[in-house]
């Protein structure tokens, strides 16, 4: 099963921008969306959007449209999120996941979340 | 849009309990939809997927159902390690919302 490895704790000033890495291990890296959900803390589960990382295609949250950007390096097996115009509202932590196929889609791999801080 | 509606929002029960999460989405999803279960301070774990077929590794005493709809989770003879904060989602169309959680905590 693959795992995914998230980049580390970030602190940004609002107005700032983040960029969160999602490195998948131990598996192919296309071939599955990669989605992103962020958790507030003590609040639920937020799905932003996803990543095809063959064609590079996305898809957003109207939430986030305009201010998230997700890319991928499939050379590295990497994917990425930027969320730009941050605000305290921002503070969360961010979960990349996996979604699998199987009869029906849903998330078999998660990583291990990334806290953003948005704090002056 | 399609929203997940979920409840109760916390439920308290003991070991060896039977417990029901009920989902409702706001229009038809066939059986598109998802469990998840989340420890604090974790990533949420798939329980459940199309409904009602069980994750490998999954024990037996969780199980769901439903479809259209309306969606349950059902977890029988409650263990310690099930304590834990539950999340429906369905996988119909973008966005793949999520249910609002349910936190389930030992009476």
């Known amino acids: 099963q693959v795992q995914l490895q998230q980049s580390g704790t970030e602190v940004q000033k609002p107005g700032a921008s983040v960029k969160v890495s999602c490195k998948a291990a131990?598996?192919?890296?296309?071939?599955?969306?990669i989605h992103w959900v962020r958790q507030a803390r003590g609040q639920g589960l937020e799905w932003m959007g996803r990543i095809n990382p063959n064609s590079g295609g996305t898809t957003y949250s109207q939430k986030f449209q305009g201010r998230v950007t997700m890319t991928r390096d499939s050379s590295i097996g990497t994917a990425y999120m930027e969320l730009n115009t941050l605000t305290s509202d921002d503070t969360a932590v961010y979960f990349c996941?996996?979604?699998?196929?199987?009869?029906?889609?849903?998330?078999?791999?998660w990583g291990q979340g990334t806290l953003v801080t948005v704090s002056s | 849009d399609i929203l997940m509606t979920q409840s109760p929002s916390s439920l308290s029960a003991s070991v060896g309990d039977r417990v029901i999460i009920t989902c409702r989405a706001s229009q038809n999803i066939k059986n598109y939809v998802v469990w998840y279960q989340q420890q604090p301070g974790k990533a949420p774990k798939v329980l459940i997927h199309a409904a009602s077929t069980l994750l490998s590794g999954v024990p037996s005493r969780f199980s769901g159902s439903g479809s259209g709809t309306d969606f349950t989770l059902t977890i029988n003879s409650l263990q310690a390690e099930d304590f834990a904060t539950y999340y429906c989602?369905?996988?119909?169309?973008?966005?793949?919302?999520f249910g609002q959680g349910t936190k389930l905590e030992i009476k």
């Open positions: 989602q369905h996988s119909y169309t973008t966005p793949y919302a």
């Open positions: 996941a996996r979604e699998t196929f199987d009869f029906r889609s849903y998330f078999d791999s």
């Open positions: 131990g598996d192919t890296f296309t071939g599955h969306n």
